[in-house]
């Protein structure tokens, strides 16, 4: 069975767990009908452009609640994504999921917003942001700890790479993608980060050759603690203010 498609490697690529906290004051949650299942989506804000998060593994929706302020600081709304079996989210993840999702979520949060979408991805979030990044309604791009390595990916998830068909490399290599980005591009990544190097961040940006890019390398931090930091919102903020 395809790495795009394997429901086994729940527990070895996916951690989903639930989510019980209310939505807090000033958020709204939604929820997206993606074929067979719905995705639970949180947007915080009422005005301005959305930044649509896909966060992280292990992550859900309200963890992200504490960073609502900072996104509205900047004048954006800020909206995050549970992924399959994730939060409130039905279905079963999977690779394919994942990316197919992406493109209908994005389309439900550029209707939404009225406007251009700026999407933002965390670690495994990155191949959901790189698989939309080169959508029109895509205002700028953001992905923190993000990865480009689909070996260094499969051998994460105890698979072995020479084991992967061409085809299913081609649609999870975020290479492609990444080159036929034109919006704003800025990475986040930590120096130490033991998880997925910095290199993969460096390989990133060598592969956008048509937009304004930049590499936020946070000293001293890992993979997830990046945005404890404050060099991340030192990077961050002045990104988003230049998108006003």
Known sequence: MSLLDREDLVGSLFFPRADARACPAGARDHMVDVRGATLHLRVHGDRGPIVLLFHGNGEIVSDWDGAAPSFLARGARFGVLDYRAYGRSTGTPTMRAVLDDAWTVLAYVHALAGSTVIVMGRSLGSAAAWEVASASCVRAVIVDSGF????????????????LEVSERARLDPIAKIARVTAPTLLLHGEDDSV?????????LASIPHARKSLATIAGRGHNDLAMDPAY???LGPFLDALR
């Open 196 to 204: 997925i190097v910095h290199g993969e961040a460096e390989r990133a």
């Open 148 to 163: 480009t390595s689909v070996d260094a990916f499969a051998r994460r998830r105890g698979v072995d790479p020479t084991t």
């Open 233 to 235: 919102w030192r990077a």
